[in-house]
T-cell receptor, first 112, second 114 residues
Framework: NAGVTQTPKFQVLKTGQSMTLQCAQD?????MSWYRQDPGMGLRLIHY???????DQGEVPNGYNVSRSTTEDFPLRLLSAAPSQTSVYFC???????????FGPGTRLTVL | GESVGLHLPTLSVQEGDNSIINCAYS??????FIWYKQESGKGPQFIID?????DKRQGQRVTVLLNKTVKHLSLQIAATQPGDSAVYFC?????????????FGQGTRLTINP
């Protein structure tokens, strides 16, 4: 199994640009989530999904959209990038919302 | 809101010594806690978990202690090795807006000195 994969690894955007961060898992996990990690801080939940077709907001959802059309994929979209969205983004998956979460390698995003 | 935090942001220990990383949580309703290890440039990796009906749980070289009276969690690493150098996060399952979500603390950077 590849586990949780994320692309791209690095991305630089200009303010106002849009982009999609990709996340995929091959473990048939129902629960997937997106976090952002800022320097010197823990991870903060952006959005999560408890199954295909179901998504909900986390702690810091503003400026981000998600969709879950399949069990495997959970893309994160930035509609109009802002410098405040400069961060490292991690995708995670688990069997349930209390199970061990498996994290991807992260996407380092810089917004100029 | 509810939060999970760590007492010390950095910790240095000699190789071979034991280390203890502490964590305070504020949500008394949390019933599940996890310790994660994050190495530089990588995502967090699960180390060990504990449920609120337990006081102690042991893994390979790691022990988690839970004191619900003072809402304190600790991670003990025995006979530390260079590969233990990383940032360690405690996390709790908290109920946020009606759903169970993982809430992370700030993290402690553990450095193992040769």
């Amino acid at each position: 199994n590849a586990g949780v994969t994320q692309t791209p690894k690095f991305q630089v955007l200009k303010t106002g640009q849009s982009m999609t961060l990709q996340c995929a898992q091959d473990m048939n996990h129902e629960y997937m989530s997106w976090y952002r990690q800022d320097p010197g801080m823990g991870l903060r939940l952006i959005h999560y999904s408890v199954g295909a077709g179901i998504t909900d907001q986390g702690e810091v959802p503003n400026g981000y959209n998600v969709s879950r059309s399949t069990t495997e994929d959970f893309p994160l979209r930035l509609l109009s990038a802002a410098p405040s969205q400069t961060s490292v983004y991690f995708c995670a998956s688990s069997y349930g919302d209390q199970g061990e979460q498996f994290f991807g390698p992260g996407t380092r995003l810089t917004v100029l | 809101g509810e939060s999970v935090g760590l007492h010390l942001p950095t910790l240095s220990v000699q190789e071979g010594d034991n280390s203890i990383i502490n964590c305070a949580y504020s949500n008394s309703a949390s019933d599940y806690f996890i310790w994660y290890k994050q190495e530089s440039g990588k995502g967090p990796q699960f180390i060990i978990d504990i449920r609120s009906n337990m006081d102690k749980r042991q893994g390979q070289r790691v022990t988690v202690l839970l004191n619900k009276t003072v809402k304190h969690l600790s991670l003990q690493i025995a006979a530390t090795q260079p590969g233990d150098s990383a940032v360690y996060f405690c996390a709790e399952i908290a109920r946020v807006q009606g759903a169970q979500k993982l809430v992370f603390g700030q993290g402690t950077r553990l450095t193992i000195n040769p």
